[in-house]
């Protein structure tokens, strides 16, 4: 049996993105930018201090096929904008040319950069979300999943991302230890999120400015006011973000940044996977 919030998100799919970005001025792709380069800046730097005698000056799109490649899942990724994001982020930059031979003799130019993404993994409970991915022509595979339980093997991501779906999973720690299974040894979980609020600023934004404003523009453009109101509620009953960070470190994370964006009204959260030296 489909539950109300699963059944509530497939009944926004279709004005998921356009509100989202109405209501937050268009900050939600400048905070979804802002992770995609920092994990990049991150990355790389651990790429060439891992190898030091492969690299030395070399830039990352000169290194050997394989070495800068990244398996991606966006965890609770509705529509796919976050795995977009990275992709776009990561696949920019610096190119070089490499003259290459194949097996009958022939040469050619490849162009590589300084990461290749595989296709990734966009995975939700909601099959509506879902739905939106393939007019978007992502090179992406959607799947169907509960974030908690998720089909895949130990180790078989680099890099999960998760926004704004985090306070939406039943049971925070249990996605937390999830991810972790399936995050391979340095790889990076990325949560951007709404959390409780906590100082007077967020507060008073959440508790009576977003009350007022956010399910009446939601009933206006989606007619579904109590999806907008369980929006204002979710983020109010979340954790805030010094606790949910704690629990990520039980969890065996290592925090290695936490952003505020504006004023508090969302952060964006970096933990790794150790192993790697």
């Not at 930018?33 to 991150?42: A, T, V």
């Not at 070089?96 to 990734?120: I, L, W």
């Not at 939601?218 to 109590?226: L, N, V, Y």
Request: hydrophobic fraction near 40%; charge should be positive; charged fraction near 25%.
């Amino acid at each position: 049996m489909k539950s109300p919030v699963r059944k509530m998100f497939d009944g926004i799919a279709s004005r998921y993105d356009f509100l989202n970005h109405f209501l937050s001025c268009y900050q939600d792709v400048l905070w979804r930018r802002f992770c995609c380069k920092r994990l990049k800046k991150m990355m790389g730097a651990e790429l060439r201090d891992e190898m030091p005698g492969l690299l030395g000056k070399t830039p990352l799109s000169e290194m050997p096929r394989g070495l800068n490649k990244v398996r991606l899942l966006d965890l609770c990724g509705g529509t796919g904008d976050f795995a977009n994001t990275f992709r776009k982020i990561f696949e920019s930059g610096r190119k070089c040319a490499c003259k290459c031979v194949s097996q009958n003799g022939a040469s050619r130019v490849e162009t590589s950069r300084d990461f290749v993404v595989d296709p990734a993994v966009i995975g939700d409970f909601s099959y509506g979300m879902l739905a939106e991915v393939k007019p978007k022509k992502i090179d992406a595979h959607a799947v169907q999943l509960d974030a908690m339980k998720m089909p895949f093997a130990e180790r078989q991501f680099d890099v999960i991302l998760n926004g704004f779906g985090m306070r939406n999973v039943p049971d925070a720690r249990g996605a937390l230890m999830e991810s972790y299974r399936v995050l391979d040894e340095g790889g990076y979980l990325c949560v951007l999120e709404f959390f409780s609020p906590r100082n007077l600023f967020n507060k008073f934004f959440y508790k009576v400015l977003a009350p007022l404003f956010i399910p009446v523009m939601g009933a206006f453009f989606s007619g579904k006011r109590d999806a907008y109101e369980y929006l204002v509620n979710s983020i109010i009953r979340f954790l805030p973000v010094d606790q949910f960070c704690k629990m990520a470190e039980e969890c065996g994370f290592e925090v290695r940044q936490v952003k505020m964006f504006d004023g508090g009204i969302s952060f964006g959260v970096f933990l790794r996977k150790p192993g790697k030296a």
